[in-house]
């Protein structure tokens, strides 16, 4: 089945666009949302040096009809909102793709994966430029069988490690980098990485060896 990377432009006048590219640097990563007819509820880690003034731009906006901050320190906030207009919401829900959470939204961008039927993922698009948001794709591929038995931490973890140069020769990244770069702490990144590669290897060498002709 095939998994899309997507990224998303934001249209000018929605509140979560605006506010990221008010202040680039802070990153809003969406861990959960629900949206209904009219409406939707989310949950939002929020980090970067302008966290606090992000919440407080949140509590300020008219389409937010609630934000509770459930935690706070410097330089990150985790944060409960309803929107009067979940508009990222709305062209998965009539496509029919569940979003895979989390997801980040950067300086007026959203970044989305989603593993769907190629019809599923057209009429994808098609909604997006229904309602106006205009996307790249930054990739498209199908899943192998060791990807499938990876989790979605794993994959996260495994494909920040290719895109940072940690399989790289020489290396582009050390693990502790790689930790930083995914936000966990060095040993867990460690754990996580090689249950990873240890699926990946097995699987691959079970497939060599079922794959092999008999003589």
Known sequence: ?????????IPEDIWIGDITRRHPDTR???????????SGVGLAEITGPAAAAVVAEMVGEEELTNVETLQHRDGEALVQFETSNPL????A?????????????TDGEASWEVTAPNERLSALGE???EFGIQFTVDYVHQY????QVLTDRQREIVRAAVEEGYYDTPRGCSLTELADAVGIAKSSC???????????????VERQLTEEPVA
Not at 88 to 91: A, I, T
């Open 88 to 91: 990222l919401l709305f062209p």
């Open 1 to 9: 089945m095939p998994e899309a990377k997507l990224r998303l432009t």
């Open 127 to 129: 909604q997006l430029e």
């Open 144 to 147: 192998t069988a060791s990807e």
């Open 28 to 38: 809003v990563r969406v861990l959960a949302a629900i949206p209904d007819e009219l």
């Open 190 to 204: 460690s754990d996580t990485l090689h249950r990873a590669e240890e699926t990946i290897v097995k699987e691959f």
């Open 93 to 105: 829900r009539g496509s029919g793709i569940p979003l895979q959470m989390p997801f980040d939204i």
